[in-house]
């Protein structure tokens, strides 16, 4: 038999995983070679491997039944294998015409490959490049052994990288095509092709980890096939099946297919089940997939937030949990969800989740409050729950993404007056302004829309604000950020603070007018109502119109008034109503064609936008009449010159 050597594989080819490999960069641990040789496995598996070498036919396939019978699921058995060359022999017997060599070489690779040392020896002597070869054999249990020796291989990103080069997945894929999936009964023949079925999906499943392989399982047509095995009734099949289809819900495409087969309702269905593996695959296969506003409907509809908010109550299982509490947080996304989660008394337990769980429940819990918060009646259950104090608590922790739910949560929370005052009274501000310096952009945002209502919600704002050392700068200075999202959300907090003279005095020297003014270009909805309610603010500060109009910041922000976004409209009208007070600004206003634009909002149903509209155009008009009277004046001076 020919020796074989370590594959060299394309680098161009790359993939990315979602979950990381640790196994990759795990050393190779070497024993003791003396103990090796002398201890009875390798000697034993030594004399096999010899005769399977040697030996004829016959000799082989006796030999290859001997190493079945010995504990393969030992490592010292495992390792013995590969010590003494037998892994290359194993797979070269897969390049043979002879099926009984073959089979019993997949079923020995099966066993061993439990091994991380064994299966990254196996990719390294191109062990993939034949599996893959005889996923196209006739011989139905060989397909499935192969697929399923696979299913322990590709656990790797190499592995898995190796596989797709070599097309395993269309193969693996093709698999999954069983008519017998829809027949109660089966026959033997039948029940091979389920066999064949349920292997391939495990090998998918094992190496779905990657999100280039994810794609190809979609593009290979592999989601309408798993939807037809998720609807088989041989439970063998299920729990392969759904933990495939909740690894490729991370991808978007594998989303939009899953909902486009109609998944949702028997991922629903599902999650009544009895066996703990399967809910959490269901439960987290929804909390990807319930991104999307439709599916969270469709979760609703088929009345799946009942057995959502009952796994609630294991917190025994904490992948269950996280699974669970994942897929209600989105679900809250919708705010009809969120009402019947408070009707299942789902807002109390989430609360007492709030102890003594993981980071990675936690995360979860928190985001499911703060979009349950939105709800005035569950702000009052969390207030009377505790959770006020447990959700500042989690402000000072150091996980990013806890920190933004519970900068979302607490600013939902603040909406409630009596929340607010707990909030206050731990130092929940100052705690969400010192998360304006997080590095993250998505906490600084999230910790600057959460200081909008807190405060809009508290006595003394002012008096509050001018007290942090250096908060105004700071909050000053994060106009000059990047992130559209931590703009309009600093935008939205300054128009709330400049509302005080004083503060807005300080901000104003530290040139927060040229800082707005040279945000008015954007073409971002959000952004552009948000600056102009803070331009509207800052304009209540002595020379601070003619400032902006120095600054450039007129012109663009009539181009404003041009957006389709009615709140834009109004905040731009209104900002615009602030700037007319200097006569200088009237005329640029003129210049671009505000009044014709003005008209047309001062018959809007918007009762702010048409006085705004409407006094912004008067300030316009007694600039026009003025200086009409200073020419007549003008006029019947020159004419008295005249007559003299």
């Avoid at 095995?229 to 729990?239: E, F, G, N, Q």
């Avoid at 936690?362 to 985001?367: A, T």
């Avoid at 008009?621 to 003299?644: E, F, G, I, P, S």
Wanted: hydrophobic letters at 45%; glycine letters at 4%; a neutral charge.
């Amino acid at each position: 038999m020919a020796s074989r050597h370590p594959q060299k594989f394309n680098a161009e080819v790359h993939l990315s995983s979602s979950s990381s490999d640790d196994e990759e960069n795990e050393p190779i641990v070497r024993r003791n070679s003396m103990k090796i040789e002398l201890s009875v496995e390798y000697q034993k598996i030594l004399k096999l491997v010899y005769f399977v070498k040697r030996g004829n036919e016959t000799a082989t396939v006796l030999a290859l039944c001997a190493i079945l019978n010995c504990n393969l699921a030992e490592e010292a058995y495992q390792l013995a294998v590969q010590d003494v060359g037998g892994l290359e022999i194993l797979l070269n017997l897969l390049d043979t015409d002879v099926a009984r060599c073959q089979m019993g070489s997949l079923k020995i690779l099966k066993e061993i490959a439990k091994n991380g040392q064994v299966r990254r020896t196996i990719a390294d002597l191109g062990g993939i490049k034949s599996m893959v070869r005889l996923l196209d054999s006739p011989l139905k249990d060989q397909r499935s052994l192969t697929a399923e020796t696979l299913a322990r291989v590709v656990v790797f990103h190499r592995a898995r990288r190796s596989l797709l080069q070599l097309g395993g997945i269309n193969k693996l894929v093709s698999l999954l095509d069983c008519p017998s999936a829809r027949i109660t009964r089966l026959n033997a023949e039948q029940q091979r092709d389920i066999e064949v079925a349920r292997c391939g999906v495990l090998a998918l499943w094992s190496c779905s980890k990657s999100c280039a392989i994810k794609r190809a399982i979609q593009q290979a047509g592999g989601i309408p096939l798993l939807a037809d095995l998720l609807r088989s009734s041989h439970k063998a099949l299920l729990t392969p099946v759904v933990g495939t289809l909740e690894e490729c819900a991370s991808e978007k495409c594998c989303r939009m297919a899953i909902k486009l087969e109609g998944m949702i309702p028997d991922l629903v269905q599902y999650l009544r089940n009895n066996k703990s593996e399967l809910q959490k695959l269901c439960a987290s296969a929804i909390f990807k997939c319930a991104e999307d506003a439709e599916t969270r409907d469709v979760v609703r509809t088929c009345k799946g937030l009942d057995p959502l908010a009952s796994l609630l109550n294991n917190t025994d299982c904490t992948e269950l949990l996280t699974a669970a509490t994942g897929a209600i947080w989105k679900c809250c996304l919708s705010q009809e969800n969120a009402n019947r989660f408070r009707d299942l008394k789902a807002v109390e337990t989430l609360v007492s989740l709030l102890n003594d769980q993981p980071e990675e429940i936690l995360v979860n819990v928190v985001g499911a409050l703060g979009e349950c918060a939105k709800d005035p009646e569950c702000r009052i259950i969390i207030r009377k729950c505790g959770g006020i104090p447990l959700l500042v608590s989690l402000l000072t922790g150091t996980n990013q993404a806890l920190l933004i739910n519970a900068s979302n949560a607490v600013g939902a929370c603040a909406l409630d007056h009596e929340s607010m005052e707990i909030i206050n009274r731990l130092d929940g501000i100052r705690l969400l302004w010192s998360l304006l310096k997080n590095p993250n952009p998505e906490v600084k945002s999230m910790a600057a829309w959460a200081i909008c209502p807190c405060l809009e919600n508290i006595q003394d704002a002012g008096e509050m604000v001018f007290s942090f050392l250096g908060g105004l700068r700071l909050i000053v200075h994060l106009l000059t950020s990047d992130d559209r999202d931590v703009l309009a959300a600093v935008c939205a907090a300054i128009a709330i603070i400049a509302k005080d003279q004083k503060n807005l005095a300080v901000m104003t020297d530290f040139n927060v007018v040229p800082l707005l003014a040279n945000l008015t270009n954007t073409t971002d909805d959000l952004l552009r109502k948000h600056l102009a309610d803070a331009i509207a603010s800052c304009c209540a500060w002595v020379d601070n119109c003619s400032a902006f109009r120095q600054a450039n910041a007129v012109a663009p922000l009539v181009k404003h008034l041009q957006s389709s976004c009615p709140d834009v409209n109004r905040s731009t009208a209104q900002a615009l109503h602030q700037l007319s007070k200097d006569p200088e600004n009237c005329l640029t206003m003129h210049q671009e064609g505000v009044v014709k634009l003005l008209i047309i909002m001062m018959g809007s149903c918007d009762r702010a936008l048409q006085i705004a509209a409407a006094n912004c155009i008067r300030n316009i008009r007694l600039l026009a009449l003025a200086y009409d009277k200073q020419q007549y004046k003008l006029v019947l001076k020159l004419n008295h010159l005249q007559m003299k």
